[in-house]
């Protein structure tokens, strides 16, 4: 049972993935807090949808408003992430802290390419193979228990291209003067290319700041996922408390 004062804590999925991907941290978090994870528009149970960013913060300001309890923690990861400014810059008022996993590189520039040509790419492929070849990189990766709740939920391929045709050249550094709130960086050691610009969002906000998991990579949450959680905890219980 959530702890008075305690933040809730609002999860958002990464790129082709949905609610499940955050299943460690939910089993491991909610005897402590009030925890909830969302589908983003066209992903899992809310396949059907189109992608928005818009939508995208609105399903988040949801799940803030369904848990009851004032403003959110909310965790990010990776497109996740980026919606998870957007929600910031919208709504204010509903955000007690902010972690951006795998989501501070700036979207625009050089780096953006070869995502802008994978998005271009994977419609062209079917989606049952890619669901194939997901599955049995993620069950080779990881132990079951981390990874099968994504498994079952299936993977949101047909939604990348506007996803990330609407996520690519929309974020920076920059983004980081709409959150008011504190901010924990929290990056996989080996997450190369999310990483990129860690430390220009870092200086950009006057209460960011920057941890790392050792030996992880962009999936953070999967390749520790104690490590990963007991970040989250952590800065969870460092919030300041609601005025």
Known sequence: MATTGTPPIVFVHGTRFSAGQWSPQLAALEPDFAVAAVDLPGHGARTAEPWGLAAATEIIAAAVDSLDRGPALV????????????????????????????????????????YRWVAGLVPRLPADRLARWNDRLLRRLY????????IRSGYAFHTLPAAWGEVLGRFDAGAMRHVDAPVLVLNGEKDTVF?????????????????????????????????????????????????
């Not at 990010?76 to 590189?105: I, N």
């Not at 209460?207 to 989250?232: C, K, Q, S, W, Y």
């Open 195 to 243: 990483r990129s610009g860690e430390r220009a969002f870092v200086r950009a906000h006057p209460r960011a700041r920057l941890e790392l998991i050792p030996r992880a990579g962009h999936l953070a949450n999967f390749d520790d996922p104690d490590a990963f959680t007991a970040a989250v905890r952590r800065f969870a219980q460092q919030l300041p408390a609601r005025p």
């Open 75 to 114: 965790v990010g990861h990776s497109l996740g992430g980026y919606a998870s400014l957007e929600f910031a810059r919208r709504t204010p008022e509903r955000l007690r802290g902010l972690v951006l996993a795998g989501a501070s590189a700036s979207t625009s520039g050089p780096w953006a390419t070869p």
């Open 143 to 150: 132990p079951p228990d981390v990874v099968e709740a994504t």
